[in-house]
């Protein structure tokens, strides 16, 4: 007999990932998960993209969400709209993005566009080359 269980007891670790950290990682920072581990987001990684959950140091265990909505920081100057994608710009901010880019989300809700300094974005979290979602 399979007992019931909540749907979010179900899903509470639904996109979440523990891995080893190839460097110093902050809860909080963009990262892409790789073959040598997670490191920090830059703008020319590949890998799967996520959002640190955990600090860790080097070698040392952290779960990365690689599902969900998050608040990311904008970099100075851009202000997108509901349905822009966003790319990593550094391991802390999004921008509008260039060709060498790595696109990391899509935006579901902006700030006032006075203040532009944060967009609710849902990850993408696939296999990504720089400049490319892969399908």
Same mark, same amino acid.
């Given at each position: 007999?399979?007992?019931?269980?909540?749907?979010?007891?179900?899903?509470? $670790?639904?996109?979440?990932?523990?891995?080893?950290?190839? #460097?110093?990682?902050?809860? %909080?920072?963009?990262?892409?998960? %790789?073959?040598?581990?997670?490191?920090?987001?830059?703008?020319?990684?590949? #890998?799967?993209?996520?959002?640190? *959950?955990?600090?860790?140091? $080097? $070698?040392?265990?952290?779960?990365?969400?690689?599902?969900?909505?998050?608040?990311?920081? *904008?970099?100075?100057?851009?202000?997108?709209?509901?349905?822009?994608?966003?790319?990593?710009?550094?391991?802390?901010?999004? $921008?509008?993005?260039?060709?060498?880019?790595?696109?990391?989300?899509?935006?579901?809700?902006?700030?006032?566009?006075?203040?532009?300094?944060?967009?609710?974005? *849902?990850?993408?979290?696939?296999?990504?080359?720089?400049?490319?979602?892969?399908?």
């Amino acid at each position: 007999m399979v007992a019931a269980v909540p749907v979010e007891a179900l899903c509470s $670790d639904f996109g979440k990932v523990r891995i080893k950290a190839n #460097g110093a990682v902050t809860a %909080g920072d963009m990262v892409v998960l %790789g073959t040598d581990g997670v490191a920090p987001a830059t703008g020319s990684t590949t #890998g799967i993209f996520g959002i640190a *959950l955990t600090s860790a140091a $080097d $070698d040392a265990a952290v779960v990365v969400a690689t599902r969900g909505v998050f608040t990311m920081d *904008l970099a100075a100057s851009f202000n997108p709209d509901v349905g822009d994608y966003v790319y990593v710009a550094s391991d802390v901010t999004v $921008d509008g993005g260039a060709s060498n880019d790595y696109p990391c989300g899509v935006v579901v809700g902006t700030t006032d566009p006075a203040e532009a300094t944060t967009a609710t974005c *849902l990850l993408i979290a696939r296999q990504a080359t720089a400049g490319v979602i892969q399908a």
